[in-house]
């Protein structure tokens, strides 16, 4: 059993160990660069992938499914965030908080890069089918870990279930 990333004419596919390192090393980059409310909203998106609380197996998203804003230039600038994230994961950022060292990450975080890099983000209300909304948003770090999380409607971030 495992969990499905996909977008384009390219999917993801990872166990759920390996879901758990990908998700384990985007969160914090993604933490270290949210600025933008769409920052915030991709962030709860990753949230949602903790098997921990979600169950596993049944995590993943569509790069379709997102809701990249309403203009080019908003489109072009949240994708490039989520490459910056990438970036950041692939370089390490805080991988010492994790208690483990995810050897498999680096592929997959290569194979996500080939799926987003190409990946033409569209606009339209009806695509947005389980990004979070605006009011959904992580806007609350996990005081003991530094980490965006759903708080207050899970009781920490993704360190804390472990």
Same mark, same amino acid.
């Given at each position: 059993?495992?969990?499905?990333?996909?977008?384009?004419?390219?999917?993801?596919?990872?166990?759920?160990?390996?879901?758990?390192?990908?998700?384990?090393?985007?969160?914090?980059?993604?933490?270290?660069?949210?600025?933008?409310?769409?920052?915030?909203?991709?962030?709860?998106?990753?949230?949602?992938?903790?098997?921990?609380?979600?169950?596993?197996?049944?995590?993943?998203?569509?790069?379709?499914?997102?809701?990249?804003?309403?203009?080019?230039?908003?489109?072009?600038?949240?994708?490039?965030?989520?490459?910056?994230?990438?970036?950041?994961?692939?370089?390490?950022?805080?991988?010492?908080?994790?208690?483990?060292?995810?050897?498999?990450?680096?592929?997959?975080?290569?194979?996500?890069?080939?799926?987003?890099?190409?990946?033409?983000?569209?606009?339209?209300?009806?695509?947005?089918?389980?990004?979070?909304?605006?009011?959904?948003?992580?806007?609350?770090?996990?005081?003991?870990?530094?980490?965006?999380?759903?708080?207050?409607?899970?009781?920490? !971030?993704?360190? !804390?279930?472990?």
């Amino acid at each position: 059993m495992g969990n499905v990333f996909s977008g384009g004419k390219q999917s993801l596919y990872l166990t759920n160990g390996g879901t758990e390192a990908f998700i384990d090393v985007l969160t914090p980059a993604v933490t270290g660069l949210a600025e933008d409310l769409w920052d915030f909203r991709f962030a709860a998106l990753l949230t949602l992938q903790d098997q921990q609380v979600m169950g596993r197996g049944a995590v993943g998203f569509d790069l379709h499914g997102i809701a990249w804003s309403a203009t080019a230039r908003e489109r072009a600038r949240s994708k490039d965030f989520v490459l910056r994230a990438r970036t950041l994961a692939l370089s390490r950022h805080r991988w010492n908080e994790l208690g483990y060292t995810p050897s498999s990450v680096h592929g997959h975080l290569r194979q996500f890069e080939a799926m987003v890099e190409p990946f033409a983000p569209a606009y339209g209300p009806d695509l947005a089918t389980g990004f979070p909304g605006p009011d959904e948003r992580a806007i609350v770090s996990c005081s003991r870990h530094r980490i965006l999380s759903a708080l207050p409607l899970w009781d920490g !971030c993704f360190l !804390c279930h472990r």
